[in-house]
C-alpha cells in the first residue's frame, strides 16, 4: 500500500525543498535503506538459508577469504546475482533528477556518497558517486589490488573459483571493504572534504553506526552543514540531524523530488 504524507511532513518536505534549493553544493549520504525498496536485503538479512550459519566476519573478511575462499566467493556471487535481478527504486531515481537539474545551474555542484556496494545509484544513473565501501561488481586481486576483470558469459564448470590474477597469480576477491579493511585512501579524504564544503547533507537509509563512515555527516554537522535525514526509524545520527523525515526513501524521496521542482520552477 502506498505510504501517505501527512500535513506536517509536507511542510518538513517543503523547508527540506527549500534548503536544497538554496544550496550551492547538495551533497547525499546514503546506506543500504535506500536499497531496501528495491528488495535488497541489508548485510543480516542476507544471511538466511545457505549462509544463515556463518557469521559476517566469515563471509566479508580477509581472514574469512582465507579460510574458506570458495564458500566466500559463492557467498558474494548469491549476493551479485540478487542485486542484478533488481531494478534502482524511485528514491534512487529521485536523486538522478535532483543531480540532473543542479548540474544544469551555474555554479552549483551535487555529490552522492554512498556506503552501498549494489552499483544501483548508477544503474538509475547517477553520474557524481563516491563509493566508501566498493563496489560488488568490481574485483581485483588479494595480494596486490590488480584490478580484474571476469570474462563474460557462463564460467566453465571446471573453472577454479575464486580466479587467480593474471598479473601475480593471487586469489581475487570483490573491491569491496571488508570488516577490518581501511577504506579506500582517495575517497575518503574527498567524502570528508565534501562534508566540509556542502551546503546541506541528505542522509538516507543508514543506521549511521558503521565507522569510519559515519563519521561524514557528522564532520558535516560539525562544519555547520544542514542535516537532513530520511529513515523509517531513528538513526545514532537523528538526535543532531535538522530535519528527520520520516518514512521509507523511496516514497518520500518522490515526493521531495516534486516539492523540490515546485521550489524551483514554481
Ligand atoms: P544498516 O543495515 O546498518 O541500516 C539500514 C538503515 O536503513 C536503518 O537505519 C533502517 O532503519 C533504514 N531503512 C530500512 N528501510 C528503509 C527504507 N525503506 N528507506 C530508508 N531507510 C530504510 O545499513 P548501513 O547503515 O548502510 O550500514 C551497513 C553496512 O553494510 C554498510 O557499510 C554497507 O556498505 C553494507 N551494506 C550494503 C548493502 C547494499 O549495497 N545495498 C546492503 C547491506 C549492507
Redesign the pocket.
Known amino acids: 500500500m502506498a505510504e501517505k504524507i501527512n500535513t506536517s511532513q509536507q511542510e518538513q518536505l517543503a523547508l527540506a525543498a527549500q534548503w536544497l534549493a538554496e544550496a550551492n553544493h547538495v551533497a547525499v549520504f546514503?546506506?543500504?535503506?535506500?536499497?531496501?525498496?528495491s528488495g535488497?536485503?541489508?548485510?543480516?538479512d542476507?544471511q538466511t538459508g545457505l549462509w544463515a550459519n556463518y557469521s559476517p566476519e566469515d563471509l566479508a573478511s580477509r581472514p574469512g577469504f582465507l579460510k574458506n575462499p570458495r564458500m566466500v566467493w559463492e557467498w558474494y556471487d548469491s549476493r551479485r546475482n540478487k542485486?542484478w535481478d533488481v531494478e534502482p527504486n524511485d528514491?534512487h531515481r529521485a536523486l538522478v533528477a535532483l543531480e540532473k537539474w543542479i548540474e544544469t545551474q551555474p555554479g552549483k555542484q551535487f555529490t552522492l556518497i554512498t556506503?552501498?556496494?549494489?552499483n544501483?545509484h548508477q544503474r538509475a544513473g547517477s553520474r557524481n558517486v563516491l563509493e566508501?565501501?566498493g563496489n560488488?561488481f568490481r574485483y581485483k586481486c588479494l595480494d596486490q589490488n590488480h584490478p580484474y576483470r571476469i570474462p563474460e558469459g557462463p564460467l566453465a564448470e571446471d573453472a577454479e573459483l575464486p580466479p587467480r590474477c593474471e598479473w601475480c597469480d593471487s586469489m581475487v576477491r570483490p573491491d569491496?571493504?571488508w570488516f577490518g579493511e581501511m577504506l579506500p585512501d582517495d575517497i575518503l579524504p574527498q567524502s570528508y572534504q565534501v562534508a566540509r564544503e556542502a551546503d546541506v547533507m541528505l542522509v538516507?537509509?543508514?543506521?549511521?553506526?558503521?565507522y569510519p563512515?559515519?563519521d561524514i555527516p557528522v564532520t558535516a554537522k560539525k562544519f555547520g552543514r544542514r542535516l537532513i535525514e530520511?529513515?523509517?526509524?531513528e538513526?545514532a545520527l537523528s538526535p543532531m540531524v535538522d530535519l528527520l523525515l520520516k518514512?521509507?526513501?523511496?516514497v518520500l524521496l518522490r515526493s521531495l523530488q516534486n516539492e523540490f521542482l515546485e521550489t524551483v520552477v514554481g
Not at 204 to 210: F, K, L, R
Open positions: 546514503t546506506g543500504a535503506g535506500v536499497s531496501k525498496e535488497i536485503p541489508t548485510f543480516r542476507a542485486v528514491g556506503q552501498n556496494i549494489d544501483l566508501l565501501h560488488i569491496v571493504v538516507i537509509g543508514t543506521s549511521c553506526v558503521v563512515a559515519a530520511i529513515n523509517p526509524e538513526s518514512g521509507p526513501s523511496a
